[in-house]
């Protein structure tokens, strides 16, 4: 059964500050792997993905993620946050291409929240 | 605009009194799929769809019912709600890729208090 692992329920950085949020995951096969975000009182806005290819993923609001397979982890990471960052981070892990096209269940860690100060 | 849209948004019921949570997408997708979000444990897949009259059990579909008779709609059934299902629940929908999983989109989420 495929499953997610966000080590880290609370973090707390400076705004300005480098930020990496981690994520591992458990997977049989070739994984899809994404991260959402989810301001408070909002719905989930996806971040980036990665089905393929190069293992450096660049998304939107000034993230990217890398996919390393033999660590089973996608992290998140930005290098200089901004206040407006403030929100839950949810990384999620999905049939990949060679799954038979049998399982299409999207698997969510259970979130890492992330506080800046000023 | 391309949206996933749920009502009600809020909803206070009681114990036992059979409610729906509509669900309904604008992007022409296959696929749709009902989440439950409860603190401490992230989003947990109730039920999803492949497409119309294709439907199949997530990680906890336990007292909860779908239907999937048109393409834009995936309505939540709570036949008889318990205290344990107040929750914040989203529905998301997706092009179906051969190829695996995609991307999902979100709706903005209802949230159920049972009494």
């Known amino acids: 059964a495929q499953s997610v692992t966000q080590p880290d329920i609370h973090i707390t950085v400076s705004e300005g500050a480098s930020l990496e949020l981690r994520c591992n995951y458990s997977?049989?096969?070739?994984?899809?792997l994404f991260w959402y975000v989810q301001s408070p009182g909002q719905g989930l806005q996806l971040l980036l993905k990665?089905?393929?290819?190069?293992?450096l993923v660049q998304g939107i609001k000034g993230f990217e993620a890398e996919f390393k397979r033999s660590q089973s982890s996608f992290n998140l990471r930005k290098p200089s946050v901004h206040w407006s960052d403030a929100a839950e981070y949810f990384c999620?892990?999905?049939?990949?291409?060679?799954?038979?096209?049998?399982?299409?269940?999207?698997?969510f860690g259970k979130g890492t929240l992330l506080t800046v100060n000023p | 605009e391309a949206q996933v849209t749920q009502n009600p948004r809020y909803l206070i019921t009681v114990t036992g009194k059979k409610l729906t949570v509509t669900c309904s997408q604008n992007?022409?997708?296959?696929?749709m799929s009902w989440y439950r979000q409860d603190p401490g444990l992230g989003l947990r897949q109730i039920y999803y769809?492949?497409?119309?009259?294709?439907?199949d059990k997530g990680d906890v579909p336990e007292g909860y019912k779908v239907s999937r008779k048109e393409k834009r709609n995936f309505p939540l059934i709570l036949e008889s709600p318990s205290p344990n299902q107040t929750s914040l629940y989203f529905c998301?929908?997706?092009?179906?890729?051969?190829?695996?999983?995609?991307?999902?989109?979100f709706g903005p989420g209802t949230r159920l208090t049972v009494l």
């Open positions: 769809s492949m497409n119309v009259e294709v439907t």
């Open positions: 997977y049989g096969a070739t994984p899809y």
């Open positions: 992007m022409n997708h296959e696929y």
């Open positions: 998301a929908s997706s092009h179906r890729s051969g190829r695996g999983i995609n991307e999902q989109f």
């Open positions: 999620a892990v999905g049939a990949g291409w060679n799954s038979g096209g049998s399982n299409y269940k999207l698997t």
């Open positions: 990665y089905f393929s290819g190069d293992t």
